[in-house]
């Protein structure tokens, strides 16, 4: 069946991805960066959570079973609260730290640096209750609902199978001190909420899949799109022959001047021309001078017949020489014994003397 202009079928161009990530249209999921910061807080509360934990012990004691407080006057108030905030600082501090490289992390991960000043402004356009309306019962709200009540079944299932496993401890506390049924439930709630938070991780991957195919999906085109932007990008085809007529116009011109100069144009023997220069008294190598493929090849044999100069075919010499050397630039020293050759031949054929630092390079 033949593609039509108005299916999305082809692939997107990099200047609509360009376009579409400066209006925020990216890949991201927000179920992965809660499910990447809730195992990151519990693994650092299960490897430093200790000494939060035993502050928080300490305090408790003694505001509860300490001396009593003979003074309230405002600046044992604020001493107090000094104190207090400095010492809960140097256990929260490093947590929130942590949660926050990780949540800036996880973003940088999904999208990248984006920077979007326009996204602060106010939208009053988002006021408007038909179109909450239409967001809020929209194909895309209704699957994330779909998708928030299964999370909710997963974490049930994934608890109360974990809770399962330890019934019999759990029914054994009973004959255990306070202090060890604290204990061991905090340590039945730590690997409960770690397994809860790798089951999230792994729903959270799949939405992030899903998410990076729905992109994929939007930013794709219509045939009529790309022509569309193909135009608007390379100009209107009238103003392009033009402009690629007065660059051959200056390309002509350019080696009007340059060929002339050339001691021996080396060729392919009529894809590609390439035009050297030596003056042993002012150059410490040859010097390509002149270079082209097609008509401008075509240019640059006929001017060299037309002053003189010697054509010699050597492919690939001529090949290495318009790849890999830009006019006005010397020939490098791998080519120099061929360069050198061809010189001195041409040379021989003017009847002159070799020079001396062609002689040499051969």
Do not use: C
């Not at 999921?29 to 650092?44: E, F, R, T």
């Not at 209704?142 to 994934?158: D, S």
Request: hydrophobic share 45%; charged share 20%.
């Amino acid at each position: 069946m033949p593609e039509r202009d108005g299916d999305k079928t082809q692939e997107a161009t990099p200047h609509r991805r360009q376009e579409a990530r400066k209006q925020g249209q990216v890949a991201k999921s927000q179920d992965l960066g809660s499910a990447v910061l809730l195992l990151l807080g519990l693994l650092v509360l299960m490897m430093t959570g200790g000494g939060l934990i035993e502050y928080l012990g300490r305090y408790s004691a003694d505001q509860l079973g300490g001396n009593a407080w003979l003074s309230a006057d405002p600046d044992f108030f604020v001493w107090h609260f000094n104190n207090t905030l400095w010492d809960l600082g140097k256990h929260l501090l490093p947590i929130f730290g942590l949660l926050l490289a990780g949540a800036v992390a996880v973003n940088l991960a999904q999208v990248g640096f984006l920077f979007l000043p326009d996204k602060l402004a106010p939208d009053l356009t988002r006021l408007d209750p038909l179109k909450g309306l239409q967001r809020l019962f929209s194909l895309t709200s209704t699957m994330r609902l779909g998708f928030g009540l299964f999370k909710v079944l997963v974490i049930g299932v994934v608890a109360a199978v974990s809770l399962y496993s330890h019934r019999e401890r759990i029914l054994g506390l009973t004959g255990l001190a306070v202090s060890e049924i604290a204990l061991y439930l905090l340590d039945i709630l730590l690997w409960t909420s770690l397994k809860i938070g790798m089951a999230l991780l792994v729903l959270a991957i799949l939405d992030y899949a899903f998410q990076r195919w729905k992109h994929e999906q939007d930013l794709k085109m219509t045939t009529q799109e790309v022509r569309e932007e193909m135009k608007n990008l390379e100009g209107n085809p009238e103003i392009r022959a033009r402009r690629r007529q007065v660059q051959r116009q200056l390309a002509a011109h350019g080696l009007s001047r340059a060929v002339p100069k050339a001691d021996v144009v080396v060729t392919n023997p009529t894809e590609l021309a390439v035009a050297i220069q030596y003056d042993p008294e002012t150059m410490a190598a040859p010097v390509v001078v002149a270079k082209g493929a097609g008509e401008l090849a075509k240019r640059i044999r006929r001017l060299a017949l037309e002053h003189g100069i010697p054509i010699v075919e050597k492919k690939p010499l001529a090949q290495a020489l318009y790849h890999d050397v830009k006019v006005d630039h010397p020939v490098p020293r791998a080519q120099y014994a061929a360069v050198a050759e061809i010189l001195a031949y041409v040379y021989q054929l003017k009847g002159k003397k070799v020079p001396g630092a062609a002689g040499r390079a051969a």
